[in-house]
């Protein structure tokens, strides 16, 4: 899960595979990935078509795979950029947007970080990278109340992993 985020991005994965991005060795169980090498790779692809949005994304979650969180966050910053406004993945990409800007500024929540949040649930009101974030904004302000509201918001229709590793802890903390 680490190596490849949400299991939808196992199709990343192997996009990624076939395009020759990873080491022969790199399955999702030995988790052999050259990110540097994949890193060189893609910022060279990405100069030959600045606008490749699925670029950027591969590049975005390889710098975060080597918890690089500022470097992820300017990357997801370009996606955001290069996504139309009119696009169902919008919401998407800002709130990944916001989750890289969060890791990359030490898991504190910034004003620039709830402006993008804001901005990501007024386009899905339910997409998950925001409301777990508008959730840590909450609790990080002792808003207990609003923040136990967001993760279990979330818990509805997150995966049992994310359920188990965060969510589940996270409330019972703001019970606390």
């Not at 022969?24 to 600045?50: C, F, H, R, W, Y």
């Not at 002792?142 to 509805?156: G, L, P, Y």
């Amino acid at each position: 899960y680490a190596l490849l985020g949400r299991s939808d991005d196992y199709l990343r994965f192997q996009v990624m595979r076939e395009q020759g991005l990873l080491n022969a060795k790199n399955t999702p169980d030995n988790k052999g990935m050259d990110l540097v090498k994949a890193i060189s790779i893609l910022k060279e692809k990405i100069q030959q078509d600045p606008k490749d949005e699925k670029k950027w994304y591969l590049l975005a979650k390889a710098y975060a795979a080597s918890e690089q969180f500022q470097h992820a966050a300017e990357a997801f910053a370009e996606i955001v950029k290069l996504t139309p406004k009119d696009s169902p993945d919008l919401a998407m990409v800002k709130g990944s947007y916001a989750q890289t800007l969060y890791l990359a500024n030490n898991e504190r929540i910034t004003p620039q970080i709830e402006a993008v949040i804001t901005e990501a649930l007024s386009i899905d009101p339910q997409e998950s990278n925001s409301l777990i974030l508008k959730g840590i904004a909450a609790f990080q302000k002792n808003k207990f109340d609003q923040a136990i509201k967001n993760w279990q918001e979330e818990k509805a229709k997150a995966d049992q992993n994310l359920v188990e590793s965060f969510i589940n802890q996270a409330i019972k903390s703001a019970k606390a």
